[in-house]
């Protein structure tokens, strides 16, 4: 099957910086989201970028699906940006909606 | 607010134990699906649902049992089994539109005793 790998597994940021985080995939895709999952293990939707660039307020999203990776960049970080950052990727061949997900980029941000 | 509700957020269970937890959503979402988490791990997929009375296991269903008798509901059974229970279970739903753009509820953190 489809293999997610996402990297750096951890990163340490002081508040103020920006930092990206990058998902590389080993086939084609029809469906890419990037979720939160703060510290208490909510998790929260994103970005749904299979292709392309979105923006939304610090956060932003690229996914070049012909050389399969996408990058989420976080500007100008926040304590509250804090938790883990999940990729997560639907097939071709798999049932619509399905997801496969990578095994996070756990970010810390200190004040 | 339209949302997805789980419930409990604890549960302890006994060896030999069957227990359920329940996954309620009113977000009119057609499709919803049962996640397992192992600390430091990704999501793993467990059983999903696209339609009432329909629904399909996934990577990891040995030892879990699901129904989908209404729209809104999608009740997870962990049985006795499952040898390894004790995980973070994290149900969502989605739909057709915005991309099946995923909603979570906020886990039940299920513990052997």
């Known amino acids: 099957g489809i293999q997610v790998e996402q990297s750096p597994p951890d990163l340490i940021l002081q508040e103020g910086a920006n930092s990206t985080l990058r998902c590389n995939f080993s086939?084609?895709?029809?469906?890419l989201q990037w979720f939160h999952q703060n510290p208490w293990g909510q998790l929260i939707n994103l970005f749904y970028?299979?292709?392309g660039t979105k923006q939304n307020g610090r956060l932003s999203a690229t996914t070049v699906a012909t050389e399969r990776y996408s990058l989420l960049y976080i500007s100008s970080s926040q304590t509250t940006d804090s938790g883990v950052y999940f990729c997560?990727?639907?097939?071709?061949?798999?049932?619509?909606?399905?997801?496969?997900f990578g095994k996070g980029t756990k970010l810390s941000v200190k004040p | 607010d339209g949302g997805i509700t789980q419930s409990p957020k604890y549960l302890f269970r006994k060896e030999g134990q069957n227990v359920t937890l329940s996954c309620e959503q009113n977000l009119n979402h057609d499709a919803m699906y049962w996640y397992r988490q192992d600390p430091g791990q990704g999501l793993r997929l467990i059983y999903y649902s696209q339609i009432v009375n329909d629904f399909q296991k996934g990577d990891i269903a040995e030892g879990y049992s699901v129904s989908r008798e209404k729209k809104e509901s999608f009740p997870l059974t962990v049985t006795s089994a499952q040898k390894n229970p004790t995980a973070f279970y994290l149900c969502a739903s989605s739909s057709g539109t915005g991309g099946w753009s995923y909603t979570f509820g906020s886990g039940t953190r299920l513990t052997v005793v």
């Open positions: 970028i299979p292709s």
């Open positions: 997560a990727v639907g097939t071709y061949g798999g049932s619509q909606g399905n997801l496969i």
């Open positions: 086939d084609s895709v029809n469906n």
